[in-house]
């Protein structure tokens, strides 16, 4: 396991900087545990996935119209890619977004350790709800499906 020094800030030209967290195979139990009792998206997307690509600035605009929604993108790019992925990231929208990167060079024990069933597919979503019970897709995003699923969420007034 990689430690969280690995955190990579960027910044490009009049761009928000971000911050890259190191997703390992014990990452999401802590984005369970930081969002508990609330529901949130994880998207996994790469650099050389072009449909990843194209939607990665409709994420933000989910955030932003559910608010009690946590968005999580992670980037399953080689931890080599880290700069790439901050660059790229720097120059979209992604207020209110956390952003992520495979920090394992064992993608498979990443993918396994998130669920058994993903052989690596791209783009990857999953939805938790407020028991953290996922559901997945594989394939370019569906918005219709996640404001479907978000709307039978209960609300909470005070997020």
Same mark, same amino acid.
């Given at each position: 396991?990689?430690?969280?020094?690995?955190?990579?800030?960027?910044?490009?030209?009049?761009?928000?900087?971000?911050?890259?967290?190191?997703f390992?195979?014990?990452?999401? %139990?802590?984005?369970?545990?930081?969002?508990? =009792?609330?529901?949130?998206?994880? $998207?996994?997307?790469?650099?050389?996935c072009?449909?990843?690509? %194209?939607? #990665?600035?409709?994420?933000?605009?989910?955030?932003?119209?559910?608010? =009690?929604?946590?968005? !999580?993108?992670?980037?399953?790019?080689?931890?080599?890619?880290r700069?790439?992925?901050?660059? +790229?990231? $720097?120059?979209? %929208?992604?207020?209110? !977004?956390?952003?992520?990167?495979?920090?394992?060079?064992?993608d498979?024990?990443?993918?396994? $350790?998130?669920?058994? =069933?993903?052989?690596?597919?791209?783009?990857?979503?999953?939805? +938790?709800? $407020?028991?953290?019970?996922?559901?997945?897709?594989? =394939?370019?995003l569906?918005?219709?499906? #996640?404001?479907?699923?978000?709307?039978?969420?209960?609300? %909470?007034?005070?997020?």
């Amino acid at each position: 396991m990689l430690c969280l020094a690995f955190a990579v800030l960027a910044t490009v030209s009049n761009a928000e900087p971000v911050r890259l967290r190191p997703f390992d195979a014990g990452s999401l %139990d802590s984005i369970r545990r930081a969002n508990a =009792g609330r529901p949130f998206l994880l $998207a996994f997307w790469s650099l050389y996935c072009e449909p990843c690509r %194209d939607e #990665i600035g409709q994420w933000a605009g989910l955030g932003r119209a559910h608010p =009690g929604v946590v968005v !999580v993108l992670v980037a399953t790019d080689p931890p080599q890619e880290r700069a790439r992925i901050a660059d +790229f990231l $720097a120059k979209q %929208d992604l207020r209110g !977004v956390e952003t992520w990167a495979f920090a394992d060079e064992s993608d498979e024990r990443v993918r396994f $350790a998130v669920d058994r =069933g993903w052989r690596g597919e791209l783009p990857r979503t999953y939805i +938790f709800d $407020a028991s953290h019970r996922a559901e997945a897709r594989s =394939g370019p995003l569906d918005t219709r499906w #996640i404001e479907r699923k978000l709307a039978l969420q209960p609300r %909470d007034p005070g997020r």
